[in-house]
């Protein structure tokens, strides 16, 4: 059957006696064959694929499918393609199962399955586009086993109807959007076995009713707006395994009665406001496996632990426990995962712990002042959490020596850790993080060791000297931040042997050179932050064909001449952050680079997500991270959307016209180009980037007037023009009527609100001239009033030649050379300082 779907799919119309079709878990895409639908005889039909819409069903053979196979008693479409709305009539008056998850319907949820008589499940789960509201049912259909409609958009209030599907085992209406109470007719389903309202917006107390249904072994009412006191109702739920009521408001003591039930094995209390103690009687429950707790004020940790000795995982982070590290915990002789994170709890080195299975132990931010020393009984570790403690000094020598071979996850971030980085014998760890210590010196070769090693973090420390030229064949990693270190010579050839890097951050150290050609070889790369280090070299366009490019920030080193166009077909195509600033860049603005930005020209309208992997390991996710100048600051965002565009490249040496092709990159949200040698009109175009959110073209020499079209940008929150040569009155409307003075300073023919000059007293026919500034390095590039205060330091008679050199002559060459070679720091200090407060 198969070879005959794949070789003549449409010949499958044929087979009119055919009375089970099944085609699930296939490989298939395409069509499906509208002559699937002649199969009249058909009692089941599963055309479930594994992979999310590479089968499409148009919605005239869906319809067919529902009206025509009156025979059809099972019919799963799972993960198929549909794209059409809920059918209103259906005649298969033999359905009995109906699984429609993840097949993109739409349009408005309707009572038409709810009448099929014969229909015991129903799964519409995974359908974000179905909307309205779950209709009044009538008690004509008692027959329904499960229904599910999880993770769609159907909302309003659940009405009193639900009860009367009084034969319903599961009932899953996780992450809709359901408010209000949920109806005491919900004691009516004493059938209920899987019962899941997590997610929603539900308010109120948890009906008292919920007593009632004593079948029940899965609860969750997670993640809604309950209040009060926790009700005492479930200690009637004997059979309950799994109960989840967090992310809620509920501010009672720990319901003590929840130890009756014998069967549970996962109780989640977290992020809610309850208070007290938790009774040790918690830890005696026979099949407790995981408890979480954490987020509340619980005040005090049972000594009598000891009384389950079945317990394997313990989640306890976020109260307010105090005091020493329990040595009742050692007691827990199967403890696997132990998190007490965000407590007050600090070790008693005499504790003499062992866990002789423990592998997961998070101890973040606590109160510990050394390492634990307890860790040298711990052999099977595989993760360790200590990081945002107060532990300073050198790593010991017994740490680093010891040998756990199966740890993966290290992190010691946010201490105070000083001296150089030991030898570790971790060989397979996948993830290091030390960011934010004092450590130093070299970078130690045993790094190179780390065959296994995914993400390395050293950011914000002291090392220094060069990096090994190991990290650039380690075939496994993938995140390699360095920033904010002093590490010094050439960058070594990364990716030499490694096509797994995807995120570059090597931001803020003394890196120099040339880039090497090796990141060709990165095919997955995604960010590359080389910026403020001292690299001498041109621009890369050769990085334009890594596909897969998001970010490029190449800011504050020394790259020279012009912006070349790569020689590819698809160049940056999703290149969305492109940071050039404050390098010596020349000539005029890249037109052509520009137009192959895709990223910025196609608008992504779809859901805000935060470039990195998802999940790097089982216990720590990672999402880049960059240092930008947003609205005039310098921002370090700890992530960046998937939305974020910006192009930077301000204080260079370009020249000539703004390029009217900027109209087409539609998505982008800001745009500097202040700090060049720019000239022209600003071009009206620019009004079409209808998403720009801050807009900096000061200190250049353009002419003519603001367009009136910019008042058109509805988003704009910071327009910063100074310091140029514009005329005429200034644009009002929308935005434009919120900017003040300092976004217009120093061009001295503009008029109107917010200036003080009226627009009446100008001689209309005065057109200014260009300054005759022939220095590609122009007084307004490269002074400010504050430069020229720095003069008066010499004595006043240093200061006035200083004032009559600017102001009556262009800048001379010694005059540039002498002062910027003294005091360039100072001078891009203060241009900063100066352009934070126009902004």
């Given at each position: 059957?198969?070879?005959?779907?794949?070789?003549?799919?449409?010949?499958?119309?044929?087979?009119?006696?055919?009375?089970?079709?099944?085609?699930?878990?296939?490989?298939?895409?395409?069509?499906?064959?509208?002559?699937?639908?002649?199969?009249?005889?058909?009692?089941?039909?599963?055309?479930?694929?594994?992979?999310?819409?590479?089968?499409?069903?148009?919605?005239?053979?869906?319809?067919?499918?529902?009206?025509?196979?009156?025979?059809?008693?099972?019919?799963?479409?799972?993960?198929?393609?549909?794209?059409?709305?809920?059918?209103?009539?259906?005649?298969?008056?033999?359905?009995?199962?109906?699984?429609?998850?993840?097949?993109?319907?739409?349009?408005?949820?309707?009572?038409?399955?709810?009448?099929?008589?014969?229909?015991?499940?129903?799964?519409?789960?995974?359908?974000?586009?179905?909307?309205?509201?779950?209709?009044?049912?009538?008690?004509?259909?008692?027959?329904?086993?499960?229904?599910?409609?999880?993770?769609?958009?159907?909302?309003?209030?659940?009405?009193?109807?639900?009860?009367?599907?009084?034969?319903?085992?599961?009932?899953?209406?996780?992450?809709?959007?359901?408010?209000?109470?949920?109806?005491?007719?919900?004691?009516?389903?004493?059938?209920?076995?899987?019962?899941?309202?997590?997610?929603?917006?539900?308010?109120?107390?948890?009906?008292?009713?919920?007593?009632?249904?004593?079948?029940?072994?899965?609860?969750?009412?997670?993640?809604?707006?309950?209040?009060?006191?926790?009700?005492?109702?479930?200690?009637?739920?004997?059979?309950?395994?799994?109960?989840?009521?967090?992310?809620?408001?509920?501010?009672?003591?720990?319901?003590?009665?929840?130890?009756?039930?014998?069967?549970?094995?996962?109780?989640?209390?977290?992020?809610?406001?309850?208070?007290?103690?938790?009774?040790?009687?918690?830890?005696?429950?026979?099949?407790?496996?995981?408890?979480?707790?954490?987020?509340?004020?619980?005040?005090?940790?049972?000594?009598?632990?000891?009384?389950?000795?079945?317990?394997?995982?313990?989640?306890?982070?976020?109260?307010?426990?105090?005091?020493?590290?329990?040595?009742?915990?050692?007691?827990?002789?199967?403890?696997?995962?132990?998190?007490?994170?965000?407590?007050?709890?600090?070790?008693?080195?005499?504790?003499?712990?062992?866990?002789?299975?423990?592998?997961?132990?998070?101890?973040?931010?606590?109160?510990?002042?050394?390492?634990?020393?307890?860790?040298?009984?711990?052999?099977?570790?595989?993760?360790?959490?200590?990081?945002?403690?107060?532990?300073?000094?050198?790593?010991?020598?017994?740490?680093?020596?010891?040998?756990?071979?199966?740890?993966?996850?290290?992190?010691?971030?946010?201490?105070?850790?000083?001296?150089?980085?030991?030898?570790?014998?971790?060989?397979?760890?996948?993830?290091?993080?030390?960011?934010?210590?004092?450590?130093?010196?070299?970078?130690?070769?045993?790094?190179?060791?780390?065959?296994?090693?995914?993400?390395?973090?050293?950011?914000?420390?002291?090392?220094?000297?060069?990096?090994?030229?190991?990290?650039?064949?380690?075939?496994?990693?993938?995140?390699?931040?360095?920033?904010?270190?002093?590490?010094?010579?050439?960058?070594?050839?990364?990716?030499?042997?490694?096509?797994?890097?995807?995120?570059?951050?090597?931001?803020?150290?003394?890196?120099?050179?040339?880039?090497?050609?090796?990141?060709?070889?990165?095919?997955?790369?995604?960010?590359?932050?080389?910026?403020?280090?001292?690299?001498?070299?041109?621009?890369?366009?050769?990085?334009?064909?890594?596909?897969?490019?998001?970010?490029?920030?190449?800011?504050?080193?020394?790259?020279?001449?012009?912006?070349?166009?790569?020689?590819?077909?698809?160049?940056?195509?999703?290149?969305?952050?492109?940071?050039?600033?404050?390098?010596?860049?020349?000539?005029?603005?890249?037109?052509?680079?520009?137009?192959?930005?895709?990223?910025?020209?196609?608008?992504?309208?779809?859901?805000?997500?935060?470039?990195?992997?998802?999940?790097?390991?089982?216990?720590?996710?990672?999402?880049d991270s960059v240092s930008l100048v947003i609205k005039g600051q310098d921002i370090e965002l700890e992530r960046i959307s998937t939305i974020m565009?910006?192009?930077?490249?301000?204080?260079?040496?370009?020249?000539?016209?703004?390029?009217?092709?900027?109209?087409?990159?539609?998505?982008?949200?800001?745009?500097?180009?202040?700090?060049?040698?720019?000239?022209?009109?600003?071009?009206?175009?620019?009004?079409?980037?209808?998403?720009?959110?801050?807009?900096?073209?000061?200190?250049?020499?353009?002419?003519?007037?603001?367009?009136?079209?910019?008042?058109?940008?509805?988003?704009?929150?910071?327009?910063?023009?100074?310091?140029?040569?514009?005329?005429?009155?200034?644009?009002?409307?929308?935005?434009?009527?919120?900017?003040?003075?300092?976004?217009?300073?120093?061009?001295?023919?503009?008029?109107?609100?917010?200036?003080?000059?009226?627009?009446?007293?100008?001689?209309?026919?005065?057109?200014?001239?260009?300054?005759?500034?022939?220095?590609?390095?122009?007084?307004?590039?490269?002074?400010?009033?504050?430069?020229?205060?720095?003069?008066?330091?010499?004595?006043?008679?240093?200061?006035?030649?200083?004032?009559?050199?600017?102001?009556?002559?262009?800048?001379?060459?010694?005059?540039?050379?002498?002062?910027?070679?003294?005091?360039?720091?100072?001078?891009?200090?203060?241009?900063?300082?100066?352009?934070?407060?126009?902004?």
């Amino acid at each position: 059957m198969t070879s005959i779907f794949l070789q003549s799919p449409h010949n499958i119309g044929r087979l009119t006696n055919l009375r089970h079709l099944n085609l699930s878990r296939s490989y298939f895409s395409g069509k499906i064959p509208t002559e699937i639908s002649y199969l009249s005889s058909l009692v089941s039909l599963d055309l479930s694929s594994l992979l999310v819409y590479r089968l499409q069903l148009d919605q005239t053979t869906f319809e067919t499918i529902l009206h025509n196979l009156t025979n059809l008693e099972v019919l799963s479409l799972y993960a198929i393609n549909i794209s059409s709305p809920i059918p209103v009539n259906i005649s298969s008056s033999s359905l009995r199962y109906l699984n429609l998850e993840f097949t993109n319907l739409r349009g408005t949820f309707t009572q038409s399955f709810f009448l099929v008589p014969k229909l015991e499940n129903l799964k519409l789960g995974a359908n974000d586009l179905l909307k309205g509201v779950l209709p009044k049912i009538h008690p004509s259909n008692t027959t329904l086993l499960e229904l599910d409609i999880s993770n769609t958009g159907i909302s309003g209030e659940l009405t009193d109807s639900i009860g009367t599907f009084s034969s319903l085992n599961i009932l899953n209406l996780k992450g809709c959007r359901f408010s209000g109470s949920i109806p005491d007719s919900i004691g009516n389903l004493t059938q209920i076995r899987y019962l899941d309202f997590s997610y929603n917006h539900f308010t109120g107390h948890i009906p008292s009713t919920i007593s009632q249904l004593k079948h029940l072994t899965y609860l969750s009412l997670s993640s809604n707006s309950f209040s009060g006191e926790l009700p005492d109702i479930f200690s009637n739920l004997q059979e309950l395994h799994y109960l989840y009521l967090s992310n809620n408001s509920f501010i009672s003591s720990f319901p003590s009665k929840i130890v009756s039930l014998t069967h549970l094995e996962c109780l989640d209390l977290s992020y809610n406001s309850m208070n007290g103690t938790i009774p040790s009687s918690v830890f005696s429950l026979p099949l407790l496996g995981l408890l979480w707790l954490n987020n509340n004020r619980f005040s005090g940790l049972p000594d009598e632990l000891k009384t389950n000795p079945t317990l394997v995982r313990l989640f306890l982070s976020h109260n307010q426990l105090s005091g020493s590290f329990p040595q009742s915990l050692s007691n827990l002789t199967n403890l696997s995962i132990l998190d007490l994170s965000s407590n007050n709890i600090t070790v008693d080195e005499g504790n003499q712990i062992t866990f002789p299975n423990l592998k997961v132990l998070m101890l973040s931010s606590c109160e510990l002042k050394d390492f634990p020393h307890f860790l040298t009984n711990v052999k099977k570790l595989q993760a360790l959490d200590i990081s945002n403690n107060k532990i300073c000094g050198q790593i010991p020598n017994w740490f680093s020596g010891i040998r756990w071979d199966n740890l993966y996850y290290l992190n010691l971030s946010h201490n105070s850790l000083t001296g150089h980085l030991p030898k570790f014998h971790f060989h397979n760890i996948g993830y290091l993080d030390l960011k934010f210590n004092f450590l130093q010196g070299p970078l130690p070769s045993s790094v190179c060791n780390m065959n296994y090693l995914q993400s390395l973090h050293l950011s914000h420390n002291n090392f220094s000297n060069s990096i090994p030229s190991c990290l650039g064949s380690m075939s496994s990693l993938k995140v390699l931040d360095l920033r904010r270190n002093n590490f010094t010579g050439s960058l070594p050839p990364l990716c030499a042997q490694n096509t797994s890097l995807r995120t570059i951050v090597l931001n803020g150290n003394q890196f120099e050179g040339t880039l090497p050609f090796s990141l060709l070889n990165c095919s997955n790369l995604e960010v590359v932050d080389i910026g403020n280090n001292a690299i001498n070299d041109t621009f890369p366009a050769w990085l334009g064909t890594l596909q897969q490019l998001h970010v490029l920030i190449l800011k504050s080193n020394m790259f020279h001449g012009p912006i070349s166009t790569c020689q590819t077909t698809f160049c940056f195509p999703k290149l969305r952050i492109f940071d050039l600033s404050y390098n010596q860049f020349s000539g005029s603005l890249p037109a052509k680079v520009f137009g192959n930005f895709k990223a910025m020209i196609k608008l992504d309208t779809g859901q805000i997500k935060y470039m990195g992997p998802s999940q790097l390991s089982l216990y720590q996710s990672y999402e880049d991270s960059v240092s930008l100048v947003i609205k005039g600051q310098d921002i370090e965002l700890e992530r960046i959307s998937t939305i974020m565009t910006t192009i930077d490249l301000s204080s260079n040496h370009f020249e000539g016209v703004i390029p009217k092709t900027l109209k087409d990159l539609s998505s982008l949200w800001l745009l500097n180009l202040s700090h060049n040698n720019l000239i022209g009109h600003i071009p009206m175009e620019l009004g079409q980037l209808n998403k720009l959110e801050a807009l900096d073209l000061s200190w250049n020499r353009l002419t003519g007037k603001i367009p009136r079209e910019l008042t058109t940008m509805k988003f704009l929150a910071v327009l910063n023009l100074s310091q140029n040569l514009l005329i005429g009155s200034i644009p009002q409307g929308l935005q434009f009527n919120t900017f003040e003075n300092d976004s217009y300073g120093g061009n001295l023919d503009l008029c109107g609100p917010p200036l003080s000059k009226q627009c009446e007293t100008s001689d209309p026919s005065h057109v200014p001239q260009p300054l005759e500034y022939e220095d590609e390095s122009y007084f307004f590039s490269g002074f400010t009033w504050e430069s020229v205060v720095i003069g008066y330091s010499f004595g006043l008679v240093v200061g006035t030649v200083v004032w009559s050199l600017v102001f009556k002559y262009r800048k001379p060459k010694w005059f540039v050379e002498f002062f910027e070679g003294i005091y360039p720091k100072k001078m891009r200090r203060s241009m900063k300082r100066a352009q934070r407060r126009r902004t």
